[in-house]
């Protein structure tokens, strides 16, 4: 068994697995490496070549875990949105109107993103660790698809949301759908665990939450059934536990805003990942390392993943990833400690 499946399922473990959002990606010089001949849509369509870039951290450190290389816009290019990076997402024409709702396809399981299953079947047989598969979660998707790109609190999002709620319901359950789709093509192909990101849940107060983002969370998560451990991933969302804590995940990623245990009182029989600040592996390896014990006690309690609050930032030094992912092996936690 792995020690990061026993934790994802609530089982308690000799020490705290470890994976890293973004574990792959441009803080690693074999990644610009390999940028420098592939464009990232290249990268993600091909799966040999995004098996190698998912293996590229799992070969440097010793991860609990390997997540696939893709993005959460990977679905959306078969829904007939044009999407480039530039390094975040860009939308050439945004979805505002119903027209542009109606518009959108919603493609057969096996017709949308064939290159992602086939990149997880071959990542089966190569990594010695458990694969996980990712989706980004309607609500985040729909963020990107209406507001065009990055923005830092997507206020014409939130405005559009109640502005015309009859087309952002059709847009979310569109979405719903292919997310559903996307995730079971990823776990028939043999992702061991799934997570569903929703990063920008938390711009939105708790009525918004609950009728834009909880209820397709809910569908998406409850559609995929416990095949394998869901995982949950809100950003500056502490406000939104209450909700948060009636879906149906095994696992919650929190981020660094507060301490693990204040946030497992709200996120009862839940397993915790989570939760290191991201910028404080931009400091040193000692420093690094400090931030990783505060974590690690604040985890104790209950069963625990450890992880970034966040994803690896690209002006990270690999060999304080290096070290920190030995600190977080080397941290026992002993039975009486795990709640369970
Ligand atoms: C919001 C979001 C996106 N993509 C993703 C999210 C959810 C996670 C989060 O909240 O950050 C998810 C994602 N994107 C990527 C992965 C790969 C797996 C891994 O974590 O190692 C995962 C899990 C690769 C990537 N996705 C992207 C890159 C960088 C591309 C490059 O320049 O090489 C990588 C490695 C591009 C991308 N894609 C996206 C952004 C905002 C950006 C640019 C900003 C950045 O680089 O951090 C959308």
Redesign the pocket.
């Known amino acids: 068994m792995s020690v990061f499946l026993d934790a994802a399922w609530g089982k308690s473990t000799p020490h705290a697995p470890v994976w ?7 803080y690693l010089p074999e ?2 490496h390999l ?1 420098e001949r592939y464009g ?1 849509w290249e ?2 369509r091909t799966p040999e070549l995004a098996v190698e ?2 293996l590229q ?1 799992v070969r440097r450190f010793p991860l609990d875990a390997a ?7 990977t679905p959306l290019p078969p829904m007939g949105v044009d999407i480039e ?1 530039a ?3 860009v939308l050439a024409r945004p979805v505002r109107t119903g027209s542009d709702v109606d518009a959108l396809r919603v493609p057969a399981a096996g017709e949308l993103v064939p290159f992602v299953a086939e990149a997880v079947r071959l990542l089966r047989a190569a990594s010695p660790v458990p694969v996980i598969g ?1 989706a ?1 979660a309607p609500l ?1 998707l729909a963020t ?1 698809l209406v507001q065009g790109g ?1 923005s830092k609190d997507h206020a014409e999002f939130r405005a559009w949301l109640r502005q015309d709620p009859v087309s952002a319901d059709a847009l979310l359950d569109k979405l719903t759908e292919v997310t559903i789709r996307y995730l079971r093509d990823q776990i028939d192909a043999g992702a061991q665990a799934v ?1 569903l ?1 929703d ?2 849940a938390g711009v939105h107060d708790a009525a918004g939450y609950g009728r834009f983002g909880l209820p397709h969370a809910r569908r998406v998560l409850e559609a995929l059934g416990d095949r394998v451990p869901r995982i949950y ?1 809100a ?1 500056g969302a502490s406000h939104l536990y209450g909700p948060i804590a009636s879906l149906p995940a095994e696992v919650v990623s929190v981020d660094w805003r507060r301490p693990l245990h204040e946030c497992r009182a709200e996120l009862p029989g839940m397993a915790l990942q989570g939760n290191l600040d991201p910028g404080l592996l931009l400091t040193t390896p000692e420093l690094a390392v400090a931030g990783a014990h505060e974590v690690l006690r604040a985890g104790l309690g209950g069963p625990h993943i450890f992880n970034l609050g ?5 002006g990270t030094n690999p060999d304080t990833v290096a070290r920190l992912v030995d600190a977080v092996h080397e941290f026992p936690r002993t039975e009486g400690d795990q709640g369970s």
Not at 20 to 26: C, I, N, P, T
Not at 67 to 73: K, N, P, T, V, Y
């Open positions: 890293l959002m973004r574990q792959a990606g441009r990644y610009r940028k990232f990268m993600v870039v998912t951290p997540i696939l290389f893709s993005d959460i816009m990076f390094p975040g997402p990712f980004g985040t990107y990055g997570q990101f990063s920008w991933l950003v966040h994803g690896v930032l690209p």
